[in-house]
């Protein structure tokens, strides 16, 4: 017989008859003649509860059951008698596949986060994380059936690189050289590669690339930044979502970045309600009226030197300082989308001086056509820009960088042979996830979270 999800019997119409279920006992209670097993199998947030009575062969071993222990089960679907089920399963067969130890770590009682995350190897048994990794990983579907119904075409871009995308510095060397050996062009050159090599910071460039060939691309991949910032929302590996649109605008490239976030709230709302429900009522009570402002409302679209007077004759006690030439801050980006415009914003044109070399200068000279998608809780959530498609001016905004041109000569040669106005965007799959849950540390939407000092399992 094959194994049957308990999602699938938990949803279905009938009964299904004779049915095989696998999966972890959540709990045990006992009666005189048989005991009722709450099983789970991770399909669901739901348990199935086993009926299993003394005539069992085996029911004095299925008394001694413990938390954590796995299971599978044979009987028959029925209707349940108790409140909040319609099916259970009378077992005909209980088989014990591994009993778990009284010293499991998951009893049934609250646990703190930071008490789960150091043992992330089992959190994904609890009913929070359970239901947060189901999310990730339909959120993670519907990503790519959001751009595939748009005509994108998935790149699959380069997870090591010369390039240093952001022009920060903040990169993971990739090499075979010894411990201590002299960083020297002499000694890259004898490198597996032949010269410096890192993990990406981005595959943006990559991207640009095919969408000057194919139009519409997307990458989504892990990116790596060697950052040592321990704040909730960084991690030094995490995802990125990262469309790039020839023939594109800036204004084209907000309105992707709008109606990407919108349908994916629409899409966790939709089609995860019951694992949705979890965080609504245990994590943030308000996530169900952010998500629908989301949905519903329009994004406030303001240039920077706008959101810059807003905040300057806010009159707020901000810890960062507010000036014209300076990045916001979180507590900036919160103020504007859950304060004084009460939705998410967008805000475009940058000064040039604190943004990348690839970003289109506007004809002011000062500014660039830049733009971050701001919303609440979270902050910016997306990241992108009208890339400079003229092969003087970006010549000149990288020797501005102090970038080495003859290193992105394969970059240049795209504004040499048919260059064409384009855009795109960057998204932390991750600040997605904490802003559809509610969950306020990026290490808790991150099975396996890589932060400074850490890399456990």
Known sequence: MQRTKINDLLTSDSPLGPVLIKGWLRTRRDSKTFSFLEVNDGSCLANLQVVANDTLPNYEDLRKLTTGSALAVRGELVA?????????????????????????????????????????????RTNKYGALFRIRADTAWAIHRFFRERGF?????????????????????????????????????ADFFGSRANLTVSGQLSAEMLALA??????????????????????????????????????????????????????????????LALFSRFVDPGLKTTLEGTIEKSFVRIPYAEAVTILQRSKQDFTFPVDYGRDLQTEHERYLTEVHFKAPVIVHDYPKEIKPFYMRVNDDGRTVAAMDVLVPVIGEIIGGSQREERLDVLEMRMKECNLDLAAYEWYLDSRRYGSVVHSGFGMGFERLLMMLTGVSNIRDVIPFPRTPGDIAF
């Open 153 to 189: 075409r998935w790149l699959h871009s380069p997870i090591i690189t010369a390039s240093d995308c952001e022009g920060a510095g903040e990169l993971f060397r990739v090499t075979t050289l010894p411990p201590g050996a002299d960083g020297g062009p002499e000694a890259f050159a």
């Open 80 to 124: 349940s008698a108790g409140k909040g089920q319609h099916w259970e399963v009378t077992a005909s067969v209980v088989e014990i596949l591994g009993m778990a130890p009284e010293t499991y770590p998951l009893q049934k009682k609250r646990h703190t986060d930071e008490f789960l995350r150091s043992i992330a190897h089992l959190r994904p």
């Open 214 to 275: 194919l139009g519409d691309v997307y990458t989504f991949g892990p990116t790596f930044r060697a950052e040592n910032s321990n704040t909730r929302r960084h991690a030094a590996e995490f995802w990125m979502v990262e469309p790039e649109m020839a023939f594109c605008d800036l204004t084209g490239n907000m309105d992707l970045g709008e109606a990407l976030i919108k349908e994916m709230a629409r899409f966790v709302m939709e089609e995860c309600a019951a694992d």
